[in-house]
């Protein structure tokens, strides 16, 4: 695939957007560093952006809004919340709510949590590319993953040319870091620290930040070992069905859902916690996933499943 660079004006936006409406990666400047989005609501599409950046496990992401209106329709608002992207939005400050139910987002943007981050950015390119998609859009950093964020368009064809779609080069990246994380799902945490000081959203609050700490029971996701476990227990590696058991296949197998018949690890990332509920619903006490191959994206599908069979807290 040959990477296109597309000017940040209107031509642009129209081509950007209909490259996303199509499942396809398309990376984009924002004030605090370039993004890499996809369509949130299409799982092959969030799946593609993990398999380009060889992201080893399906942490969540960052859904990007043209709108505090939008926002709403996807995550549980409070007086917080509208304090907060009253003051700050568009700006570098992402917050962590609460996700509605049904919204249509794909389960692979926020990892399968209850919670989803949300930002509207400040910059006239990502505004464009907002506006002319007209939907939401997840995103994480441009950039291989375990490489230092890109902040100029040259930065992300280095790392990623040949693996998506396009980039909108909008020049350097005002902000240069990251946006600040703040959980709002309890009291107001500061998850991460980036580009809005902390001061300042406690001036806005009124209060003091917790940080994250040690002994916090739901960090950044991830970090707890059987966080993202189903209802039943999950048996890696399996050969066969044993007795009680539902089976989830990968490739040529004999399964009761299978990931990807075919093999394509990307197509069985996108089904992955779709097929895990599934079987969940079935009431499966036990739910055997045949072998994965433990590289490209089956690596983050082999980490979400281990996780899954860890014992439980
Ligand atoms: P990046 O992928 O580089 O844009 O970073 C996204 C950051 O947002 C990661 O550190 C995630 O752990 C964090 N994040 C995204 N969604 C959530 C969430 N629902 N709860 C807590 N942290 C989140
Ligand atoms: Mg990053």
Redesign the pocket.
Known sequence: METACLSPDQQGFARAAAILRSGGLVAFPTETVYGLGADARQDHAVARIFEAKERPRFNPLIVHVDSIETAKAYVEWDAEADALAGAFWPGPLTLVLPLKPGTGLSPLVTADLATLAVRMPDHPVAQGLLAAFGGPVAA??A?PSGRI?PTEAGHVLAGLSGRIEAVLDGGACPVGV?STILGLAGAPTLLRPGGLPVEAIEAALGQPLRLYGAGDPVSAPGQMQSHYAPGGLVRLNATERREGEVLLGFGAVEADLNLSVSGDLTEAAANLFHHLHALDAQGARVIAVTPIPDRGLGRAINDRLRRAAAPRE
């Open positions: 994480p950093s950039n964020s990251e």
